[in-house]
């Protein structure tokens, strides 16, 4: 239980006060989170839809909000991390929300947690703010980004109508599992009983799908249930409930992102008796999607591409996209990246896609070194002293890499939030 402390007013204090609530960041469980929602009486009364797995979170969680806004519904969308600001985090009507608005928020659910004397995570007090503030602004349905895992992510106190698993792949190890299965595992854990499952993983293990049959959800599989096939300007879309064709490619970058369109539309498909849409909503959504920092092309030159890809299979996707742009003389490459994760990996599969890395520290607590990054650098047998170089953060990086750079080389900023956070700031500023 945290000290005593002055209420802090502003988003700022808050927002500090916060990250000391609780003496560790992740602590994964349900029960101190579910006590403080009953207690504040928190209850949704709008359709929830629940979004998880390894990669592609975001870009489903922004599709169904831009989706589900042009057909006229007020949506609220709940996703983490935030690039700049935490409003980010909770936006109503594609809207961050307002320092007030969240002070508010936290301030209700203060009082909840006080009352039931036990302490709580950033993450998960930020949940149970969402959900306060997607109730007393009256949303007509919530879209909810599962933080870490599933089973016991906050997120996951409330029920979903429909929940959604992108992929399984090999992240957060030390709190998952060490197999794709017993990830799997975990991150189905959001599925209910006789309730809408979709899953975008296409080779899904068999204790995972074991598991989906033990919880007795509704389950509609990619490749079984549903599909899509592409030519080079449009995309059909073969579902449960029902087709679409010639749709329009998505905004976001990237032929993976069909595979979570795909996705998307199944969930709006087996939704529709509660949550209808047209075929002139989905086109109109999938065209006005924008998702900073997902394989983000910048405008100008020397080109700028800015992904948050911070396991091996982002970084492999990554690559892909790199590789599908075309010829460019030179790539640099600005990486920082947490120390949890498998950094050797994430540098091998660009190993190929970069000439010069531009290795910056991350300041916090998770942050890798350069030091750490240099080490897996040689590990995959990079080498190469002329082609590295150190900064103390990645904006010195970035800076580095806009005064080196020809008019036709491409810098590629990625490896965590952070990284990318950081290089938005410089560019904001410019």
């Given at each position: 239980?945290?000290?005593?402390?002055?209420?802090?007013?502003?988003?700022?204090?808050?927002?500090?006060y916060?990250?000391?609530?609780?003496?560790?960041?992740?602590?994964?469980?349900?029960d101190?989170?579910r006590?403080?929602?009953?207690?504040?009486?928190?209850?949704?009364?709008?359709?929830?839809?629940?979004?998880?797995?390894?990669?592609?979170?975001?870009?489903?969680?922004?599709m169904?909000?831009?989706?589900?806004?042009?057909?006229?519904?007020?949506?609220?969308?709940?996703?983490?991390?935030?690039?700049?600001?935490?409003?980010?985090r909770?936006r109503?009507?594609?809207?961050?929300?307002s320092d007030?608005?969240?002070?508010c928020a936290?301030?209700v659910?203060?009082?909840?947690?006080?009352?039931?004397?036990?302490s709580l995570?950033?993450?998960?007090?930020?949940?149970?703010?969402?959900?306060?503030?997607?109730?007393?602004?009256?949303v007509?349905?919530?879209?909810?980004?599962?933080?870490?895992?599933?089973?016991?992510?906050?997120?996951?106190?409330?029920?979903?109508?429909?929940?959604?698993?992108?992929?399984?792949?090999?992240?957060?190890?030390?709190?998952?599992?060490?197999?794709?299965?017993?990830?799997?595992?975990?991150?189905?854990?959001?599925?209910?009983?006789?309730?809408?499952?979709?899953?975008?993983?296409?080779?899904?293990?068999?204790?995972?799908?074991?598991?989906?049959?033990?919880?007795?959800?509704?389950?509609?599989?990619?490749?079984?249930?549903?599909?899509?096939?592409?030519?080079m300007?449009?995309?059909?879309?073969?579902?449960?409930?029902?087709?679409?064709?010639?749709?329009?490619?998505?905004?976001?970058?990237?032929?993976?992102?069909?595979?979570?369109?795909s996705?998307?539309?199944?969930?709006?498909?087996?939704?529709?008796?509660?949550?209808?849409?047209?075929?002139?909503?989905?086109?109109r959504?999938?065209?006005?999607?924008?998702?900073?920092?997902?394989?983000?092309?910048?405008?100008?030159?020397?080109?700028?591409?800015?992904?948050?890809a911070?396991?091996?299979?982002?970084?492999?996707?990554?690559?892909?996209?790199?590789?599908?742009?075309?010829?460019?003389?030179?790539?640099?490459?600005?990486?920082?990246?947490?120390?949890?994760?498998?950094?050797?990996?994430?540098?091998?599969?660009?190993?190929?896609?970069?000439?010069?890395?531009?290795?910056?520290?991350?300041?916090?607590?998770?942050?890798?070194?350069?030091?750490?990054?240099?080490?897996?650098?040689?590990?995959?047998?990079?080498?190469?002293?002329?082609?590295?170089?150190?900064?103390?953060?990645?904006?010195?990086?970035?800076?580095?890499?806009?005064?080196?750079?020809?008019?036709?080389?491409r810098?590629?900023?990625?490896?965590s939030?952070?990284?990318?956070?950081?290089?938005?700031?410089?560019?904001?500023?410019?």
């Open positions: 239980m945290a000290e005593k402390t002055a209420k802090p007013t502003s988003l700022i204090d808050w927002l500090l916060l990250e000391h609530l609780h003496p560790k960041a992740i602590d994964m469980g349900l101190r989170v006590q403080v929602k009953d207690t504040a009486d928190l209850i949704p009364r709008f359709p929830l839809i629940a979004v998880g797995g390894t990669n592609g979170k975001g870009s489903v969680c922004t169904l909000e831009s989706i589900l806004s042009c057909a006229g519904y007020r949506v609220g969308c709940y996703t983490s991390p935030h690039l700049l600001e935490y409003n980010e909770i109503i009507e594609q809207r961050a929300v007030e608005e969240l002070c936290f301030d659910i203060e009082a909840a947690r006080s009352r039931c004397n036990l995570t950033y993450f998960e007090f930020g949940t149970l703010a969402a959900m306060y503030l997607f109730a007393q602004l009256k007509d349905v919530a879209i909810l980004e599962v933080g870490l895992g599933g089973r016991l992510d906050a997120v996951n106190v409330f029920d979903a109508d429909c929940a959604i698993l992108t992929n399984i792949d090999l992240d957060h190890m030390d709190y998952l599992g060490s197999t794709r299965e017993e990830i799997g595992i975990e991150k189905v854990g959001i599925f209910r009983k006789d309730k809408i499952a979709i899953c975008g993983e296409t080779n899904l293990p068999e204790g995972v799908r074991k598991q989906i049959t033990t919880i007795g959800a509704k389950l509609s599989c990619m490749g079984e249930d549903f599909d899509y096939k592409a030519d300007i449009q995309w059909n879309y073969k579902g449960p409930r029902g087709s679409y064709s010639s749709l329009p490619y998505p905004a976001l970058r990237g032929s993976y992102q069909l595979k979570n369109a996705v998307c539309l199944t969930a709006l498909d087996m939704l529709r008796d509660k949550l209808p849409v047209t075929a002139n909503d989905i086109r959504g999938l065209l006005e999607i924008t998702l900073p920092g997902r394989f983000q092309v910048l405008p100008g030159k020397p080109m700028t591409i800015l992904d948050v911070h396991n091996p299979a982002a970084a492999r996707v990554l690559a892909d996209n790199l590789g599908a742009l075309g010829f460019h003389q030179y790539t640099y490459g600005v990486i920082g990246m947490l120390k949890d994760k498998d950094i050797a990996s994430v540098v091998l599969a660009l190993k190929m896609c970069v000439n010069t890395w531009l290795i910056a520290s991350t300041h916090t607590s998770r942050g890798a070194s350069a030091d750490e990054i240099i080490q897996a650098l040689k590990k995959v047998g990079i080498t190469d002293k002329d082609k590295i170089h150190v900064f103390p953060n990645a904006s010195a990086a970035y800076v580095f890499a806009r005064e080196h750079a020809a008019e036709n080389d810098i590629c900023v990625f490896g939030f952070y990284t990318v956070s950081a290089v938005l700031g410089v560019l904001q500023k410019s």
